[in-house]
């Protein structure tokens, strides 16, 4: 490697980001493709992989979409000549990118993405043909360009065939499954690919890739409520792994098959095939495979209303051989019976198992045991079934309790709970009172840590009813408490509780300076979720104040550096903020796209509007790429909502309603119904701004099994119900608004004089089919 060059690179490249940085894009365009051809003759291969990023986002930035057009070719060009092949294959990724989003000739976007895919098969790179697929699934699946999606990929396939690439030419049948089934087209092209998928990976003896493939059919089977389907594809994975017999691939698709009699409420069924993996794993000695197999069996017991086999089988996935005769264990066990099954979303059936323990704590005189029961399992149970007010009643019976025992501290923790269920249920003055007697009672006790964290919770509460003079002084004296203790996590939650309060008291400049605190504090113990969310807050502040250039410009150079080293929480977090910046910059420019509650003009968008736009939709991408590979499901859920917005301003709201679909499965999932209220409010606009749209192909309608107008009055009812638990009036007046927008659009749908009709019997298995799909994301996040 020639360091001299290198570095002259690498100077070269930081000259281009600080063009990219005061938005001289041509300058930051031209100064990369030099830093380029410096690291290629270095032989810097991560010199130019940075570089190609920068020069990505240049050519994006641009401004107008047919230079930047003119600007990948000529890189594309460029490449070609010098021989690079590396650097072609780059330049034509952003080619592709490039005449995609700027809504240039479909064709000539196919093929670009041909000539990447041929360009990594030329120089043997597996593994950047297998990117390229996905690239041309993802980019055209995008696009809503079905017929050149499929093109696309059927011009992949036969590379790969012409290849002699075996394991190539499986991956690629199976995109092409992926795609078809993404279309919700089970039939034909999907299950023929499907099968040449599976008998090449046969042939190739790749059990783990044929387990896959039967899942990714088996999911999608589900989650379009053909069960039916689900389960046949489920035995016949059974039978496959049967016969060479791969113990294994075996166990997984009996637990498979087991899965999908659950969903099809054929517990008894569900039993037989988990019993016989259970066999399978304990023959094996997989304790992995054993607890999933139990956790099953569990599930079908509970489902078939035998609670005592249901309990047993839980003593065993907790590692107990045998069934126990001790009551006192057997309650404790069936109190975590009725949590695991909380978990999995039953709060109705777990409160029938936590009523069978607290009998068994009854007849062993534990008033601890009922103490904990009706405070960890009863009071959650209840209020996840939206009985907020009988959640809080049963922390007072276990406070009670608890006051019985003189346990203090015990006391203290339940008062935690009933004061957050109060300030949950709109009742400010309950929780405060609950609030102020943690304080009392931690006070009395000299529990420091406790204290520190009752004070905090009196300023939320204080905040919730506008007394913010009050919440900023519990606020300022609970992070005194935590900084006294050394307690950094505790300080971080403080200065982030202040940081809420000054934005709902309109004091954005004090916001912003918490918030900077809160992000050097969490730096300083590398909390990098913390650090990032502050750096989401600074960021929305700075947006509050329309420093729109600000923001972007740190945004740009810090997103680099986060990627520099390997921070991919802050990195996410900075190209939400580009995404946001830009999507903001849109709605104060044109207040008149209210994302489709008011109809468009119909009319081209102006330029720097689509620029914007464009910027904001690749940013909001990387985000959530980041997010899904941090795991990070509250940054994934909030950026899909981004994403969804300025589809809805691009004036694509069915791509809108894609991504708030998302976001509504993964608040849910993760018990976050604040953000699912403003995702399903987001999703009714969606299906109201497809009401004022033509589409060209038909098919597409097949993705709605209701009509628009039902599906926005049913989503804006479902959140409307939400906001009612939140004292948030803006929120409330949103909700209004939109409910107000369906409930005309369903009205204007009906004929004149006809009456309401009573909801379809489908209507319960629409139910049940969300409820899957809910449970489905709930396991993809675990």
């Excluded at 009071?379 to 019976?397: D, F, N, P, Q």
Aim: hydrophobic share 45%; aromatic share 4%.
């Amino acid at each position: 490697m020639d360091a001299v060059k290198a570095d002259q690179a690498a100077a070269l490249l930081a000259k281009a980001r600080e063009h990219l940085a005061k938005e001289a894009s041509q300058d930051a365009i031209q100064t990369a493709q030099d830093a380029l051809a410096l690291f290629r003759e270095a032989g810097n291969d991560q010199g130019k992989d940075d570089s190609i990023g920068t020069l990505v986002y240049a050519i994006i930035a641009s401004g107008c979409m047919d230079k930047a057009v003119e600007a990948a070719k000529e890189a594309v060009a460029y490449y070609r000549n010098a021989g690079d092949g590396r650097g072609q294959a780059s330049a034509t990724r952003v080619l592709v990118a490039v005449l995609v989003d700027s809504g240039a000739a479909r064709e000539e976007a196919q093929k670009a993405a041909g000539e990447l895919v041929a360009l990594h098969r030329q120089m043997g790179d597996a593994a950047g043909q297998g990117a390229a697929m996905r690239i041309l699934a993802d980019t055209f699946s995008t696009a809503q360009d079905q017929g050149a999606a499929l093109r696309a990929l059927q011009e992949c396939l036969a590379q790969a065939e012409k290849s002699a690439d075996r394991r190539l030419e499986a991956s690629a049948l199976q995109e092409l499954a992926r795609f078809a089934l993404g279309r919700r087209a089970l039939g034909g092209e999907a299950s023929s690919c499907g099968e040449r998928a599976t008998s090449i990976f046969k042939e190739l003896n790749d059990g783990q890739a044929l387990a896959d493939l039967f899942n990714l059919f088996v999911g999608a089977h589900l989650a379009s409520g053909d069960a039916i389907e689900a389960l046949t594809k489920a035995t016949e994975a059974v039978q496959l792994f049967k016969e060479p017999l791969q113990p294994s691939c075996l166990m997984q698709a009996l637990l498979t098959k087991a899965s999908v009699h659950l969903a099809m409420k054929e517990p008894a069924r569900a039993l037989k095939s988990a019993n016989k993996a259970l066999g399978m794993a304990r023959e094996a000695h997989s304790r992995a495979a054993e607890v999933d197999a139990l956790r099953l069996i569990s599930k079908a017991h509970a489902a078939m209303d035998s609670l005592d086999l249901a309990v047993q089988v839980a003593f065993e996935a907790m590692g107990t051989s045998k069934a126990l005769a001790d009551k006192q264990a057997a309650a404790s066990l069936t109190t975590s019976l009725a949590r695991a099954v909380l978990e999995l979303g039953k709060p109705e059936q777990a409160l029938l198992i936590a009523e069978e323990a607290r009998i068994l704590y009854g007849q062993q005189r534990d008033a601890r045991g009922q103490a904990e029961l009706f405070r960890d399992v009863v009071a959650s149970a209840l209020l996840r079934s939206g009985s907020v007010a009988k959640a809080a009643a049963a922390a007072e019976a276990a406070l009670d309790l608890f006051r019985a025992l003189g346990d203090r501290s015990e006391e203290a923790s339940t008062l935690f709970v009933l004061a957050k269920l109060h300030h949950q249920n709109g009742s400010t003055e309950d929780a405060l009172q609950a609030a102020l007697d943690l304080v009392t009672v931690c006070v009395k006790g000299s529990k420091r840590s406790m204290e520190a964290e009752a004070r905090n919770l009196v300023a939320v509460v204080h905040s919730t009813s506008g007394n913010f003079s009050a919440a900023l002084a519990s606020a300022a004296s609970a992070l005194e408490a935590f900084r006294k203790l050394g307690d950094r996590p505790g300080e971080i939650t403080a200065l982030e509780t202040i940081v809420r309060v000054q934005l709902a008291s309109n004091d954005l400049d004090a916001a912003r300076k918490t918030a900077e605190e809160a992000l050097a504090a969490a730096s300083a113990v590398g909390a990098l979720a913390k650090a990032a969310q502050a750096i989401q807050t600074i960021a929305a502040v700075r947006l509050l104040g329309r420093d729109f250039k600000g923001v972007l410009k740190d945004a740009k150079l810090a997103s680099q550096e986060c990627r520099e080293r390997g921070n991919a929480h802050g990195e996410a977090q900075h190209w939400l903020a580009i995404a946001s910046a830009r999507l903001e910059q849109v709605r104060v420019a044109s207040p008149p796209m209210h994302f489709g509650l008011e109809p468009t003009t119909g009319k081209p968008q102006d330029a720097a509007v689509t620029k914007r736009l464009m910027e904001g939709l690749l940013g909001a991408k990387e985000a959530l790429h980041l997010f899904r590979r941090v795991g990070n499901a509250a940054g994934e859920a909030l950026t899909l909502q981004v994403l969804a917005k300025i589809y809805l301003l691009k004036r694509e709201p069915r791509l809108g309603l894609e991504a708030s679909k998302e976001s509504v499965m993964i608040y849910k999932a993760t018990a976050d119904t604040y953000g699912a209220a403003h995702a399903l409010l987001l999703e009714a606009t969606a299906h109201l701004a497809i009401l004022g749209t033509e589409w060209d192909d038909p098919e597409e309608g097949m993705h709605l099994q209701l009509s628009p107008e039902k599906e926005a009055l049913a989503a804006a009812q479902e959140a409307q119900g939400l906001c009612q638990q939140y004292r948030d009036q803006v929120l409330e007046a949103h909700a209004e608004k939109v409910l107000e927008a369906a409930r005309s659009c369903f009205e204007a749908s009906r004929k004149p004089g006809q009456l309401p009709k009573e909801e379809p019997a489908e209507d319960d298995e629409e139910a049940e089919e969300r409820q899957q799909l809910q449970l489905q994301q709930q396991q993809r996040l675990a």
